[in-house]
């Protein structure tokens, strides 16, 4: 199935769950995630069912000085 990630058209597992997605990526540290411009609280990220057509983004955080 596909959905938009990062603002590409991407092809995922059918019924993937967010946190598998961003496993899969190999994200290091810590991440915030939005589907369908809505914020994903980082204890509800293994609930989240994606679906056709959602647009995700995945933002990894980085510390700086």
């Known amino acids: 199935m596909k959905i938009i990630l990062n603002g590409k058209s991407t092809e995922i597992r ?4 967010l946190g598998g ?4 990526l190999k994200i290091d540290g810590p991440v915030a995630a939005q589907v369908n411009e809505k ?27």
């Open 39 to 65: 914020i994903i609280k980082k204890d509800h990220i293994a609930q989240v069912i994606l679906r056709p057509d959602d647009v995700v983004e995945i933002f990894g955080m980085m510390g700086g000085g």
């Open 14 to 17: 059918d019924n993937e769950v």
């Open 21 to 24: 997605l961003i496993d899969r």
